[in-house]
């Protein structure tokens, strides 16, 4: 009988069921009820917002179909309205979803039609008739008409319509689309998507055809073509209609010609007879008397037919030479070159070469539009690097805090919350709104448009000018502050100051840095040479930290790439070569396999450890791979000397060179082991320990190295170590002096190694910079600093300025003069900007335009300076030569311009003139150089014959030899422009690259920083009740087991205190948590609870790993790790 009743659960169930009905129905009542009130209000985006209520049920609603929805809901409520004649009368669910639906496909056919028009558009541009008659058939176009034969005069017509709706200033890519409706759709021809409502602030394209326009086009197309087929139709009876009549009337006039001259012909043979007669003896009269008249004419044509017969011979010629034109051209192309390339080869080569050959490369020294471009383009990418490094420097920091934080969360030492605070902040910064912070107006602050400001920039220009280009100030105020600042000053100040060698000037100059520098640290600091190796030099320090994180990170992937990936895809290298480890490692294999307690003791001295044959078979086997491994590191490096950066290179080369200086006395492999500990140990080492830190090899976001693959990349790393520092495996490691001769031949290698590294040119001959370059270059040097760092070392110069420049006559005391007392960062930004409340307003940046104070360039009538007077002569001299031959500078000095010439000279320079107005102010020349350009010709002549005799007097050039010094100057300053374009190109593919993998690295930073988002998520996920785990759910299955019954498998080792014969009164409980890998252990004395333990399955992994045999529980039982995992695997987790 109890079958037949509900029970109390069946009961609850069933009115559950029915309230959740009534409230899911009662929910979708009220959310129709919002969607009639927002379409009431006349808003689409209320509208919309009711439409995603979920309680609607509402599928593929759109943000973009919004007005459409508005609208056709709007109208079906009034057409409903009408048709009940209840104003107050609302759209039901299914009228609604029908408005949704059919606003969709509308929707869908505007775009389809929108694309098909722009796809028309495109094929009209691209003038192919038939890929227009081809898009033209789009159903989704729906255009009327439209014939296959009428291709081309579709396309005729179609691009003189585009043509007169073309407008020259119409850049515009919204374009508007009329539906049938008279409702407007709106495209954007880039992005290819399409809205409903005008977007504001936007024109519209007004040269886009529209669909009713192409209809237009096709139709008239479409009727001529049909009348043409009409005539073409009946061509064969017009043509036989009008033969007819032509034939008629030709017959008609034929006879009555014939009938004349049948009555009449005696009387015409007679009067053709006397006619043909009078005129034949008419005209040899005539003739007869012509010649006698004319005689001499008569010879004059004869001597014209022989002229004739020869030009016709002439013109035989031509034609052939005309016919093998092609090979003509090669021929000539051919000569020309050869005499253009000896011409070159005169003019690099030659220690002095002739005018006539620089007279041909003069147009060299012009300054193009494309080089202004280039200058304009390589500036843009060196701010962008600039920029980007920042930006990834401080991603960086903040990504290395967050993993601490949630190495942190991990060992619950901080809470969640702090974590996701960081993780939000993370965030921000990824979405790039630090790069909008740190951008400095350049309308407010230190680039305000006042005197006082403008002095003060002016002042910190010439300042930061001196201290890049003189590196002795900067190299002194690095040792006069304390060591744990010097790095974050070098990378905050001095690194910003050049650019990061972002150019070829900024990179000669950081090295001259890095070279005075390290000079002053070894003659001050160092007593021997191997207190470089065992201290921590500062330069060293930097140089390697610049160049290892900079462009030579790429140089590391090149040199290290290959190998090191082999090492992580080999799964079963073990180059493990500590015998105990292998010891242990064998014992936890054989416990794990076995499930039985090894009887081998577990802790033994390494000459225990391999008194093993198993442990010695493995040494063996680990010793073959690592040496393996480690050939094939040594070859890579070894063989890859051009790919480690120039730059760290020369520092190489400047230590040896400066250790050898002060040591004379100091053996060369003493040396080599100083600067083999620089190229390898402190530049190479760290990327072949950790290259995951260096971007050596692809990780995913969030991935690690597993623990195998670092040790072994650790174990090469070591060896190649001992091999670079000449040192021998001895005491502890005594079963490693089997390498030893392989260590001794491979220091041999690594000599051949860093004297070849050591072997580079001088920073002038690499870079090409001398003492003019600053003068000549078209760009003026700029540096982009934040404003504190700017405060911070003018803070740092007025502190040490007495210990940097100790004479108080040196440039630096007038320029901190200038610069006056230190202003604060609100000064320096602007109190409108220091009021909007940024976080860290130091690090808003400012760009600084550099210059130098105490180099006067006018090159006037009076002028002395000799560097001066000779740019000046140079310049005049180079627009001369260009316009004056002559074949020395005497002759073309003594030569008067012509009124040809003069207007060419004028010409060229108009357009250098123009040139130089379009230029930005960065990149204009010095007003020296351009002072004289504009002169006459004759003006230019009389300045460079006077300034002849004033570089003559100062002994610079000698009119003995024809001025030959000027000359050959000439030619070097057309070469190093040569090399200059070369080298400028080569910067901007740098850059370029430069920039790509900053963004990729900056990718890689966001990728990761979503993957900490994720992880922080997970927590929040698992810290959430678990549904399943808070009703009524089944008991988890617990392990009893007694202390004697563990002790008799092994696992339990010993509990102090008690005595062995109580075992059997003590029980353990091992029970699993809510967490997978978590148990809890409950210890029983007597049935009497007396201490909890909660076991994790991955802190007895991590024991494992670490070699640990046995672990305490309670602070008294102690238990085998290995027996008590195999238990755990065997009973729980099924294994």
């Known amino acids: 009988m109890g079958e037949d009743f509900l029970s109390w659960n069946d009961l609850q169930a069933t009115v559950s069921q029915v309230n959740a009905q009534t409230q899911e129905e009662t929910d979708r009542v009220l959310a129709v009820s919002l969607i009639n009130e927002a379409l009431d209000k006349g808003s ?4 919309l917002s009711a439409l995603l209520l979920p309680a609607a049920g509402l599928d593929d609603v759109s943000l973009p179909v919004a007005p459409r929805y508005h609208l056709l809901l709007v109208a079906a409520k009034r057409q409903k309205a009408q048709v009940t004649g209840d104003p107050g009368a609302v759209l039901w669910l299914e009228e609604i979803r029908q408005g949704v639906v059919r606003a969709n496909q509308d929707t869908n056919t505007a775009q389809r039609m929108a694309l098909g028009v722009a796809a028309i558009n495109q094929a009209i541009k691209e003038g192919k008739a038939a890929q227009t008659e081809r898009v033209l058939r789009n159903p989704a176009v729906a255009l009327r008409g439209v014939v296959p034969d009428c291709a081309n005069g579709y396309q005729r017509a179609l ?26 759709y709106y495209f954007h021809l880039q992005t290819f998507q399409g809205i409903w409502e005008q977007p504001p602030g936007c024109p519209l394209n007004t040269s886009h055809l529209t669909r009713e326009e192409i209809q237009s086009a096709v139709t008239k197309v479409t009727a001529a073509y049909d009348r043409q087929q009409l005539w073409k139709a009946n061509v064969g009876f017009v043509i036989q209609l009008q033969a007819r009549l032509r034939g008629f009337l030709v017959r008609q006039k034929f006879a009555e010609h014939s009938h004349f001259l049948r009555t009449w012909l005696p009387a015409v043979i007679k009067i053709q007879a006397h006619w043909r007669g009078y005129r034949q003896r008419k005209i040899y009269l005539e003739w007869l008397q012509y010649f006698k008249a004319n005689l001499d004419a008569i010879i004059k044509i004869q001597a014209w037919a022989r002229m004739w017969a020869a030009r016709r011979q002439y013109l035989r010629r031509l034609h052939y030479f005309q016919k093998n034109v092609n090979s003509i051209v090669k021929i000539q192309a051919f000569f020309r070159a050869r005499k253009a390339q000896d011409d070159y080869r005169i003019l690099v080569h030659a220690p002095h070469p002739p005018l006539s050959v620089v007279r041909r490369f003069a147009h060299l020294l012009n300054q193009s539009q494309q080089d202004f471009l280039a200058e304009a383009e390589l500036l843009k990418l060196q701010e962008e690097v600039v920029r980007k490094i920042r930006s990834n420097q401080q991603l960086e920091q903040d990504l290395n805090i967050m993993d601490i934080k949630i190495g942190l969360l991990v060992k619950n030492r901080i809470t969640l919350q702090e974590v996701v605070s960081h993780c939000k ?56 502050m304390p060591q744990n600042k010097t790095t974050k000053f070098m990378e905050a100040v001095i690194f910003s100051l050049y650019n990061y060698a972002s150019s070829r000037r900024e990179a000669y100059l950081l090295l001259q840095l890095f070279k005075t520098a390290l000079q002053e640290e070894i003659k001050s600091k160092v007593e021997q040479p191997q207190d470089v190796v065992t201290g921590n030099p500062t330069v060293v320090r930097l140089v390697v930290r610049f160049y290892r994180n900079g462009r030579g990170q790429s140089a590391l992937q090149e040199i290290l790439g290959k190998v090191i990936q082999d090492v992580l895809e080999d799964k079963v290298l073990s180059v493990h070569t500590d015998p105990v480890h292998l010891y242990k490692n064998w014992i936890n294999q054989t416990e794990a396999q076995t499930g039985q307690r090894s009887h081998l ?21 680990a010793l073959r791979n690592l040496l393996a491994m480690t050939d094939k590191f040594l070859l890579a490096i070894t063989s890859s000397v051009d790919q480690i950066p120039y730059g760290m290179r020369y520092v190489a080369k400047v230590l040896k060179a400066t250790l050898a200086e002060k040591f004379p006395d100091a053996t060369d492999s003493e040396v080599y082991k100083v600067v083999g500990n620089l190229l390898y140990y402190r530049f190479l080492n760290p990327a072949v320990v950790a290259p995951d830190a260096f971007d050596i090899v692809a990780m995913a976001a969030g991935g690690a190295l597993a623990a195998p693959q670092r040790h072994a990349l650790g174990a090469v790393a070591q060896l190649l170590q001992h091999a670079a520092a000449g040192k021998a495996f001895s005491g502890q490691s005594q079963h490693l002096r089997v390498l030893n001769d392989y260590l001794e031949e491979t220091h041999l290698k690594f000599r051949k190694f860093i004297h070849r590294a050591c072997q580079v040119p001088e920073p002038e001959e690499r870079f090409a910079v001398d ?41 630096l005391h007038e320029l901190l003069e200038d610069l006056g007392e230190l202003p604060t960062i609100p000064d320096l930004i602007g109190e409108s900007i220091a009021a909007d409340g940024h976080t860290d307003l130091s690090k808003l940046e400012v760009s600084l335009t550099l210059t130098n104070k105490f180099e006067g360039l006018e090159a006037d009538a009076d002028d002395s300076n000799t560097r001066s007077l000779l740019l000046s002569t140079k310049q005049l001299l180079a627009d001369i030569i260009q316009f004056h031959p002559g074949d020395t500078l005497k002759e073309i000095l003594s030569l008067s311009a012509s009124r040809e010439q003069e207007a060419a000279h004028k010409q060229l320079m108009s357009r250098r003139q123009a040139c130089t107005a379009q230029t930005p102010e960065p990149l204009r020349r010095h007003r020296s150089l351009t002072a004289h350009s504009l002169l006459p010709l004759a003006e230019k002549q009389r300045r460079v014959l006077r300034n002849l005799r004033r570089l003559e007097a100062l002994g610079l050039v000698s009119a003995r030899n024809g001025y030959q010094g000027l000359v050959d100057e000439l030619a070097k300053d057309i070469r190093n422009q040569h090399r200059h374009r070369h080298r400028r190109k080569a910067e901007l593919v740098k850059l370029q690259a430069t920039l790509q993998g900053l963004s990729t690295k900056t990718t890689f930073y966001e990728e990761q920083g979503d993957y900490y988002s994720q992880y922080i998520r997970a927590c929040l996920d698992h810290l959430a009740p678990d549904s399943k785990s808070s009703g009524k759910g089944k008991k988890q299955p617990s392990l009893h087991y007694t202390a004697a019954q563990l002790l008799e498998k092994g696992v339990l080792v010993e509990i102090e205190d008690l005595p062995a014969s109580h075992f059997r009164n003590v029980i353990f409980d091992i029970t699993p948590g809510d967490e997978a890998g978590k148990f809890e252990v409950n210890a029983k004395f007597l049935g009497v609870d007396m201490e909890r333990f909660q076991l994790h399955y991955q802190d007895l992994l ?9 672990m305490k529980l309670f602070n008294k039982a102690k238990v085998n790790v290995n027996l008590l995992i195999f238990l755990l695997n065997k009973k729980f987790l099924r294994k």
């Open 771 to 811: 003492e003019y370059s600053d003068m000549v270059a078209v760009a003026k040097p700029m540096v982009y600093i934040t404003v504190g760092e700017l405060v911070n070392t003018h803070r740092l110069l007025l502190e040490h300025q007495d210990c940097i420049a100790p004479d108080h006559q040196d440039p």
């Open 425 to 480: 902040k993370l965030t921000k910064r990824n979405k790039e709104q630090l790069s909008d912070m740190m951008v400095l107006d350049k309308q407010k602050g230190l680039k305000s448009l006042s005197k006082e400001k403008r002095q003060k920039l002016e002042a910190y220009q010439h300042l930061f000018y001196l201290l890049q280009t003189q590196p002795i100030y900067l190299a002194k105020l690095i040792f006069q």
């Open 1102 to 1110: 991590q024991l494992q790993y670490e070699g640990v045999a046995v």
């Open 159 to 184: 691009e003189s319509a585009m043509a007169k709706k073309q407008r020259p200033a119409d850049t515009a890519f919204w374009v508007q689309h009329d539906m049938k409706d008279g409702t407007a």
């Open 601 to 621: 003791p577990y802790d033994v001295t390494p000459e225990q450890a391999l008194s093993h044959p198993e442990v010695q078979r493995r040494l063996d086997i």
């Open 44 to 47: 689409p985006e209320k509208t």
